[in-house]
């Protein structure tokens, strides 16, 4: 991604730890209006789970730009996440629920450019997670 992206994801992302802020479980309660079979695979503290998830995105945001220094994140994300029992295919309702999540956040801002580099940016970072990590295809 060339820094402009980067900076437009980050920019974005800073609007969307906003609404985090106001309601932690915004993200969950997106994912399982996209795909309710996955609520069995969250502990009950959604709010925590949400506050923990925008933190791990920020990380990775802020280091996307270089893979050496994200690689250990992907690798632990990836491997916690198996152990978890969350398979290839629940990264493409997970992908769904970040970009709702983000049009919530955004409004107007969130044009159709802005939905592309999310989505690219979702695909990158869910292909190292699922690589590093062992995830198994479902």
């Known amino acids: 991604m060339t820094d402009a992206e980067l900076k437009q994801l980050t920019e974005s992302y800073s609007k969307l730890k906003d609404e985090a802020v106001r309601d932690p479980a915004f993200f969950y309660d997106a994912l ?12 009950e503290d959604l709010e925590g789970q ?6 791990t995105l920020g990380v990775i945001l802020a280091k996307l730009d270089d893979e050496s220094a994200v690689d250990p994140h992907f690798q632990e994300l990836g491997k916690r996440h198996a152990s978890l029992g969350v398979h290839t295919s629940h990264f493409a309702p997970m992908e769904e629920a970040l970009v709702d999540s983000l049009r919530n956040a955004l409004g107007e801002e969130f044009t159709p450019e802005l ?4 989505r690219r940016a979702f695909e990158e970072i869910s292909a190292r997670m699922i690589q590093r990590g062992g995830i198994q295809n479902s």
């Open 32 to 43: 399982f209006r996209h795909a309710p079979e996955l609520r069995q695979l969250f502990r």
């Open 115 to 118: 939905e592309a580099l999310w």
């Open 50 to 55: 949400g506050m923990k998830f925008m933190t």
